[in-house]
């Protein structure tokens, strides 16, 4: 495997259900990030974690609950949502590096989530 | 609040055209970032611009940023069909580097034969 990996790439689930949305990045970063994609919506940034700790939860609802275990996975917990929760889910990553203030990031390929 | 405008957000054009795609940011800011994404896919990172007056090229794409003017441009040259997809440019949340990307609603762009 290369780059961001996404697993699964779809997922349907009811209101009442639990599931959890996986990333693994193998390009050796240190920071992960979750992001939602929704139509007609731009891009909303959910969370934020450097070297494994969650730096910034930008008002994201409690029934999305994120987990980071080493800098090489991340995880986004899935129970009780809504169906205007049903979007593209990304997660990206990025290398952060001592006195550089840039932050390109690589996405993987989302998963998308259709909640009914 | 930090803001991304990007103009226009749909754009149609035939191939062999010109054309420029606009940003503006809403705070001060000397990283900017484009991205491609074709339907169905992932982001792809096109540019980093990281400095007032920076300019990159790659193919028949050049990006330029303006930090006084908080503005960043995509020129297309001669557009071909294969550029078709959506364009996003995107603006650092915050300094320090790391943190989440702040990205605009992104610019549709066709190129017809």
């Known amino acids: 495997e290369t780059g961001v990996t996404q697993t699964p790439r779809h997922l349907v689930m009811g209101m009442t259900n639990k599931k959890s949305l996986k990333c693994e990045q193998h390009?050796?970063?240190?920071?992960m990030y979750w992001y939602k994609q929704s139509a007609k919506k731009p891009l909303e940034l959910m969370f934020v974690y450097n070297f494994k700790e969650q730096t910034e939860n930008n008002s994201v609802p409690s029934r999305f609950s994120p987990e980071c275990p080493n800098s090489s996975h991340l995880f986004l917990h899935l129970h009780t949502l809504q169906p205007e929760d049903s979007a593209l889910y990304l997660c990206?990553?990025?290398?952060?590096?001592?006195?550089?203030?840039?932050?390109?990031?690589?996405f993987g390929p989302g998963t998308r989530l259709t909640v009914l | 609040e930090l803001k991304v405008e990007q103009n226009p957000l749909f754009l149609s054009m035939q191939e062999g055209k010109n054309y420029t795609i606009y940003c503006n940011y809403s705070t001060t800011s000397d990283r900017l970032y484009w991205y491609r994404q074709d339907p169905g896919k992932s982001l792809e990172s096109l540019f980093v611009?990281?400095?007032?007056?920076a300019v990159k090229q790659e193919g028949r794409l050049m990006a330029s940023l303006d930090t006084k003017a908080r503005l960043s441009t995509l020129h297309i040259t001669a557009a071909v069909h294969d550029l078709s997809a959506t364009y996003f440019c995107a603006v650092d949340r915050s300094g320090g580097g790391a943190d989440g990307l702040t990205f605009g609603k992104g610019t549709h762009l066709i190129i017809q034969p």
């Open positions: 390009l050796g970063h240190n920071a």
């Open positions: 611009l990281l400095s007032n007056g």
């Open positions: 990206a990553s990025s290398q952060r590096l001592a006195g550089v203030t840039y932050n390109e990031q690589f």
